[in-house]
């Protein structure tokens, strides 16, 4: 090795006890969420308490780690760097995956947490719409199980008798149309979603949801996945005795549901392909809707909804549609308000009486590998956050957003954009014209830091109801349910406001957006060990500049190069330059096919988005620091650090199988192994484990 490797473990690996994340319920995406890329695994919903005080995260980012080393960095570079901190990280039982997003996360929310502890125990009363009264009055709701056992399904109850006694497929579609309508659940069809026009960013549009396939797609088609989905049909069943159906009732029901799911998945779109707007971007007149949902009154079902008179629709997946169409027929109807009728018990049970709490956390544990749940003060918690974010978004920026790191960072960002047109002018397979395109897309990238300038209007939108006034969990859930919808609402026929946020201040991550053709750095993530004014300019290129790289590289990933400057999807390639894209793709799949976890192989093709702005990301940071060893030094070793991780089992079975990102061993390994600059700086032998000959080093950007 030429020169030291920055393992920046020092004091953090010594800190470190048992920590982690929390995880999120399997479900469908919006279309914006689907359209918005981002840099981390998103499992932070809520986490245990941090061990790491916050002093030590901060100290952790700066020094060499002398400690003799079992891995050698030539062989396996994130263990060799990583391996002291791995070491002291034992995984609670109640944990299925530790991060430095989720470590950071539980600082958040544990300050967040300081804050409803005093409000609850204040004694206190707040005048209403105040942050301090609807998170007082909110965890009320949350925390008094007494009220959540008595209310069961409250207000929902008229909804789920309207699904179970249908007595015909219009009547069950209307029942549908209503529950949309009103609060925005989607079962099978009758689901929707206001975003960007895909074609026109400056406009909105209607985006016909896909059907909710529970476990997922990938699951149930898998080919290592069984026992996944034996023990989810055994929650289904499971929740539908608590909702009160016999044993035997039950079981027929279950496997009727599974019937309809398996034929479902069979015609869903795969994650990637949602991910393609030349797949997923298809128009629609409701004349035409009609025509492809023959079993349905659409109009009837559009006018229910509150989103008739559209020029166009736009549905995300056809041949779903069409399998859906053809499922909506008499003989199905039981299996339908079945399905439907556990879809609705699912996405209501974190929010209802300890029975489905308890089942929905027990099946959430059992995927996850996790062995023992977390106690009812930390779910309430995370409740409280989870359905008040803006509220607890204004607090955390008065007390935690540094303006002289904003700059620092917003200074990194102008090096970095500039950077990349360096890149993109050295493409031979690249015309003229094409490239001027692509620097047009990165001159005219919006860049937003920290939190917006103007709240969203949903936070005021939001009133909380106390127990006292008649309130309870549900029925504030809802209300925020429908606080969303009609925020949605509004924005029909009115242009889009590309200043408007819908990422909180406290989010620990960052994003590209490629409707807006924008980058997103909520003010959390601006800390250590993703940035710290103490560092070395190479080590916070390696931590921070890397995912402000990784972001931008987003605008040229194999879904965001197919957006332009303003947003709008539009091919601005040539036919040859598109052909050699998909060489180039083709290789990056196949090289990471190569990597494996646990025995199973990454999916190339899962998570060739996320490893073109990884590999784009590193080509730009080197690019950046140039021959500077000791600034490359650090910057390998602050990224590798940075991507440290535990998992379970099974989690990382969900990984395999649902993360469009690779598993961060091989985000690090993978990486730096096709990094020209790499090999520059460590004396890496074709023996080596992180060898990768010249001719076979992958990426887009090079």
């Known amino acids: 090795m030429k020169k030291r490797i920055l393992a920046l473990v020092l004091a953090a690996a010594m800190a470190l006890g048992t920590t982690g994340c929390g995880l999120f319920t399997v479900q469908n995406e919006s279309p914006a969420d689907v359209a918005k890329d981002s840099i981390a695994n998103e499992f932070h919903k809520g986490s245990q308490e941090s061990t790491i005080a916050e002093e030590d995260i901060e100290d952790a980012a700066a020094g060499v780690d ?201 015609s869903t779109l795969t994650t990637e392909q949602l991910y393609d707007p030349k797949i997923t971007y298809n128009v629609y007149t409701a004349k035409e809707l009609q025509q492809l949902y023959t079993n349905v009154d659409v109009d009837k079902m559009l006018k229910t909804l509150g989103v008739s008179g559209q020029d166009k629709y736009i549905v995300i997946d056809v041949e779903q549609a069409k399998k859906i169409n053809s499922l909506l027929v008499e003989e199905n109807l039981q299996a339908l308000k079945d399905y439907s009728s556990f879809v609705m018990l699912n996405d209501v049970a974190e929010y209802a009486s300890s029975g489905y709490v308890k089942l929905h956390d027990k099946m959430q544990n059992s995927l996850y590998g996790i062995t023992e749940s977390w106690g009812d003060e930390k779910i309430w918690m995370d409740l409280t956050q989870d359905l008040l974010p803006w509220d607890f978004g204004t607090i955390y920026v008065k007390e935690h957003f540094s303006q002289e790191d904003k700059e620092a960072v917003e200074a990194m960002i102008e090096l970095i954009l500039k950077e990349y047109e360096t890149i993109i002018n050295k493409q031979e397979w690249m015309s003229d014209a094409t490239k001027q395109k692509a620097v047009k897309k990165l001159e005219t990238m919006q860049v937003k830091i920290g939190y917006p300038e103007e709240w969203p209007a949903a936070k005021d939108m939001m009133q909380v109801t106390p127990i006292s006034e008649g309130g309870s969990l549900i029925s504030n859930w809802l209300v925020s349910m429908q606080v969303a919808i009609e925020a949605q609402l509004q924005q029909l026929g009115t242009k889009v406001d590309r200043s408007e946020w819908d990422v909180t201040p406290q989010t620990i991550n960052a994003m590209y957006d490629p409707l807006n053709n924008e980058i997103i750095f909520p003010a959390a993530i601006l800390q250590a060990p993703f940035y710290n004014s103490r560092n070395s300019d190479g080590a916070n290129l390696g931590g921070i500049g890397f995912v402000i790289a990784h972001e931008v590289s987003h605008a040229f990933d194999s879904s965001g190069a197919l957006y332009d400057e303003f947003g709008n999807y539009n091919v601005w390639w040539t036919d040859e330059e598109l052909a050699e894209y998909e060489r180039l793709s083709q290789s990056i799949v196949e090289y990471y096919n190569n990597y494996e976890m646990m025995g199973t192989k990454v999916n190339g093709d899962l998570t060739l988005m996320e490893n073109i702005a990884d590999l784009g990301a590193m080509t730009c940071i080197t690019s950046i620091i140039g021959d500077d060893e000791d600034a490359l030094d650090d910057a390998f070793g602050q990224m590798t650090y940075n991507w440290a991780s535990a998992d379970t089992a099974s989690f990382m079975m969900y990984l395999l199988n649902t993360d469009t990102h690779s598993p961060n061993k091989v985000r690090v390994n993978a990486v730096l192994s096709s990094c020209d600059a790499f090999y520059d700086i460590y004396d890496i032998a074709e023996t080596d484990g992180m060898y990768v000959a010249p001719e076979d080093r992958v990426g887009i950007w090079r």
């Not at 529950?179 to 009758?190: A, D, H, M, R, Y």
């Not at 797609?217 to 009160?244: A, H």
Request: charged fraction near 30%; hydrophobic fraction near 35%; charge should be negative.
């Open 66 to 266: 002398s400690t003799p080393k079992e891995v050698r960095y030539q062989d396996d570079y994130y263990e060799y760097v990583n391996q002291n901190l791995l070491s002291k990280i034992e995984l609670a039982a109640t944990d299925a995956h530790w991060d430095w997003f989720g470590e950071l996360n539980a600082v958040v929310s544990s300050e967040m947490e300081d804050i409803i502890r005093e409000l609850a125990g204040d004694g206190k009363t707040y005048e209403k719409g105040t942050p301090e009264q609807k998170i007082k009055d909110m965890y009320e709701c949350v925390s008094n199980t007494e009220n959540r056992e008595k209310t069961g399904l409250g207000p929902l109850k008229p909804y789920m008798d309207s699904i179970r006694n249908a007595k015909n497929i219009d009547e069950y579609v209307d029942a549908l149309a209503h529950l949309s309508g009103e609060f925005g659940f989607s079962s099978i069809v009758g689901g929707y979603y206001i975003s960007q026009d895909k074609a026109d960013s400056s406009e909105y549009s209607v985006y016909m949801m896909y059907a909710d396939t529970l476990i997922g797609k990938e699951y149930i088609e898998g080919k290592e996945t069984k026992e996944y989905v034996d023990m989810y049909l055994d929650y289904v069943n499971d929740m539908l005795v608590e909702f009160g159906m016999s044993a035997g009732e039950a079981a027929a029901s279950t496997d009727s549901i599974e019937t309809l799911l398996r034929d479902i998945c069979a």
